[in-house]
């Protein structure tokens, strides 16, 4: 107990160092960072087929990642999956008749929503629709269709 | 034939004897909480002796733990072009798996084994009675101050652990191998949750902490008075110790991230 001014200070040290070590992996390793915008607008999109879409998967503008994928689920009476996404409020300028894809990141990379910005004059804003959507491409369809069209290449 | 009976009698209510005594010394543990608030002074010098000094330890084993990840891990994916993913690799099994389980186990070794031999001597020579005599209660005086610093230095020590492992991990995928360091770090974002994984790892590390440091103290109040008694205390400290880590780390992990 001689040393105790010394002693509280190196574990007062080591307390900040524990909890900085809980910031850091809270900020630079984990999503905690991302998950705090709560500053979003949704609309929904209806796919045939969302592939291995998921909840949280990119939704992107140019490449740039401007949302995120909010809610999966399956319409019943047409039997499509409805995605509902949330965009953040700072890109409130895409167009009525944007059009939504679903694309794989390199080969085997995961899949996200690309937007591609029509020319309406008339902005999408919170709860609405986007009407013009292309599926997930799905490899043994495409396989399919390659071989189909070998097949009656040669005939 | 019946006189093995009767050992096996007698090692069987021996053990469930001490397990009896250890639940309800922890029972009294619990409630010296109290009564420890009033001598922070004492908690502070333990959190110095259990905590802090098992950093060096905890940062080396975490630095050098986080590289081999680095290296095993680019080893496996670059046969799969998926270095990039290295950073989810590295975060994800340091996070959830090793960082609470090896420095519990590290820990263990270092602190409690020192926590057992500490108060095991203290009965030994006669200290505790002592204690008694002047009417200080020692299981407020010596015991709850060492299990609490246990309890707070453990989460903390894990989260160290895991961020330096983090680090380690960055050093060797971006600095050596050359993983391009904005997918390392945008990959290991993406990839893991802040309460999936790293909230999980520290109610780990918090029950790890809190199973450890009362093997210890008991193991240590609980020895035989003899020098040989508290040697074999210690040991056990660290058997059983290392033993409850592993099982719990099953239990929880099949907990929270379920099994299906």
Request: hydrophobic fraction near 50%; glycine fraction near 10%; charge should be negative.
């Amino acid at each position: 107990m001689r040393q105790s001014r010394a002693v509280e200070l190196i574990v007062g040290l080591f307390v900040a160092a524990g909890l900085g070590a809980l910031f850091m992996l809270a900020m630079k390793v984990s999503n905690l960072s991302l998950v705090a915008q709560e500053d979003t607008y949704s609309v929904t999109a209806k796919f045939q087929n969302i592939g291995g879409l998921k909840v949280r998967s990119p939704v992107t503008l140019a490449g740039v990642t401007i949302g995120r994928v909010a809610v999966i689920q399956i319409d019943s009476q047409t039997y499509e999956a409805e995605v509902r996404m949330r965009i953040e409020s700072q890109y409130d300028y895409l167009p009525e008749d944007t059009s939504a894809s679903i694309y794989t990141a390199g080969l085997l990379g995961e899949q996200y929503i690309a937007l591609e910005p029509g020319g309406a004059e008339v902005y999408l804003k919170e709860g609405d629709k986007i009407f013009l959507t292309q599926s997930a491409l799905v490899l043994e369809e495409l396989i399919g269709q390659f071989l189909y069209s070998k097949a009656a290449g040669e005939s | 034939m019946i006189s093995a009976l009767l050992r096996l009698g007698r090692w069987g209510l021996g053990t469930f004897e001490r397990l009896g005594r250890g639940h309800l010394f922890l029972v009294r543990l619990l409630l010296g909480i109290a009564a420890l608030l009033l001598r922070l002074p004492l908690l502070i010098v333990q959190m110095y002796s259990v905590g802090v000094l098992t950093l060096p330890i905890i940062v080396v084993s975490g630095a050098f733990v986080g590289m081999v990840l680095g290296l095993q891990g680019y080893n496996t994916l670059v046969d799969f072009g998926a270095e990039e993913s290295l950073g989810v690799i590295v975060s994800l099994s340091l996070v959830r798996e090793l960082g609470p389980v090896v420095s519990a186990l590290l820990f263990a070794g270092r602190a409690g084994s020192a926590l057992t031999a500490e108060i095991g001597l203290m009965k030994t020579t006669e200290q505790l009675s002592g204690m008694e005599m002047m009417a200080v209660d020692p299981m407020r005086r010596v015991v709850a101050p060492r299990f609490f610093a246990g309890c707070f230095s453990m989460p903390l020590l894990t989260a160290i652990f895991s961020a330096v492992g983090v680090l380690g991990g960055y050093f060797v995928g971006v600095g050596l191998l050359g993983v391009d360091e904005g997918a390392f770090w945008s990959q290991m974002q993406a990839n893991t949750d802040w309460e999936e994984d790293i909230l999980n790892g520290v109610i780990k590390s918090l029950v790890f902490g809190f199973v450890v440091t009362w093997i210890a103290v008991f193991e240590g109040y609980d020895t035989a008075p003899t020098s040989e008694g508290v040697a074999r205390a210690t040991t056990r400290t660290v058997v059983h110790s290392a033993f409850a880590v592993l099982a719990l780390d099953f239990v929880l992990t099949a907990l929270m991230f379920g099994v299906e």
